[in-house]
């Protein structure tokens, strides 16, 4: 990241020096075209180059790594951030595909499994159908941009997931092509949790067993009240934030707490 003459410290201004920092490392980005993953410079030659303790320097990487901006690696340096997934899928019915597409990124979907199996207990639970119905099953590793993202496997009733049988669902959204046979979702429950990498989960998302990872659980129903569709997704930890929109009395999502043993 090549340095501008107008970049320095102002020590007149009263802008803290972590924050004029953040917005000259910002600019730079820009204004050298860096792009995610690209390296930058290390604390120690931004102490030099602004004439700045150290302490600075690290409040001004510490913002913006929490802002989404950049990523700091132990032992490698830090480096041009690469997208997070918006999360505002967990508190709407928007999909991946959609939620990605909006920002100008592309979802490849690599299929696993498609195909007609029995629902056990929960998935017939959250479909409302008997258990050993045939449903439709549809697991899917999410890649955005290139870069394995989430698992996914989706469940839906026969008479609803029969009309994605056969269809090539590598480069479009699963939403889209429901409402194609006119299959909508209205409203549904979609909660979030916490939880971690198994060693098979990790190997297909590229992250260490353990790694944290984001639960999503989903069950989606059309206007008549019956559901469409059911889905559990794994999305990588490093890549998700939770987005709210909030209200002056109200909010369009809730921290729901979990009973004991849960």
């Given at each position: 990241m090549s340095?501008?003459?107008d970049d320095?410290i102002?020590?007149r201004?009263?802008?803290?020096m972590?924050d004029?920092l953040?917005r000259l490392i910002?600019?730079?980005?820009?204004?050298?075209?860096?792009?995610?993953?690209?390296?930058?410079p290390?604390?120690h030659r931004?102490?030099?180059?602004?004439?700045i303790s150290?302490?600075?320097?690290?409040?001004a990487?510490?913002?913006?790594e929490?802002?989404?901006?950049v990523?700091r690696?132990?032992g490698k340096g830090?480096?041009?951030?690469?997208?997070?997934?918006s999360?505002?899928l967990?508190h709407?019915l928007?999909g991946?595909?959609?939620?990605?597409a909006?920002r100008?990124?592309?979802?490849?979907?690599d299929v696993?499994?498609?195909?007609?199996?029995?629902?056990?207990?929960e998935?017939a639970?959250a479909?409302?159908v008997?258990?050993?119905?045939p449903?439709?099953?549809l697991e899917r590793?999410?890649l955005v941009?290139?870069?394995?993202?989430?698992?996914?496997?989706?469940?839906?009733?026969e008479?609803v997931?029969?009309v994605?049988?056969?269809?090539?669902?590598g480069?479009i959204?699963l939403?889209?092509?429901l409402?194609?046979h006119?299959?909508?979702?209205?409203h549904?429950?979609?909660?979030a949790?916490?939880?971690?990498?198994?060693?098979?989960?990790?190997?297909l998302l590229g992250?260490?067993?353990?790694?944290?990872?984001?639960?999503?659980?989903?069950?989606?129903?059309?206007?008549?009240d019956?559901p469409?569709e059911?889905f559990?997704a794994?999305?990588?930890?490093d890549r998700?934030r939770?987005e709210f929109?909030?209200?002056?009395?109200?909010?369009q999502a809730?921290?729901?707490?979990?009973p004991p043993?849960?």
């Open positions: 340095a501008a003459l320095a102002d020590r201004s009263a802008a803290p972590y004029q953040r910002i600019d730079g980005i820009a204004r050298d075209g860096l792009q995610p993953g690209d390296p930058l290390g604390e931004l102490c030099e180059q602004y004439g150290r302490t600075v320097v690290r409040q990487l510490a913002q913006l929490h802002e989404g901006i990523e690696v132990k830090t480096f041009v951030a690469r997208p997070r997934t999360e505002s967990v709407t928007i991946l595909y959609d939620d990605v909006r100008g990124g592309h979802v490849h979907s696993r499994r498609h195909e007609v199996v029995s629902a056990d207990e998935v639970d479909l409302a008997p258990v050993g119905s449903v439709v099953l590793l999410r941009d290139g870069e394995p993202w989430s698992l996914s496997t989706t469940w839906m009733p008479e997931g029969r994605t049988l056969g269809a090539d669902l480069d959204s939403y889209g092509l409402e194609q006119g299959i909508r979702a209205t549904g429950v979609r909660s949790e916490a939880t971690v990498a198994t060693h098979d989960q990790a190997l992250v260490s067993a353990g790694s944290a990872l984001l639960r999503l659980r989903s069950v989606s129903r059309g206007a008549d019956r469409i059911f559990i794994l999305h990588r930890g998700s939770f929109s909030l209200g002056e009395e109200h909010s809730r921290l729901v707490s979990l043993g849960a």
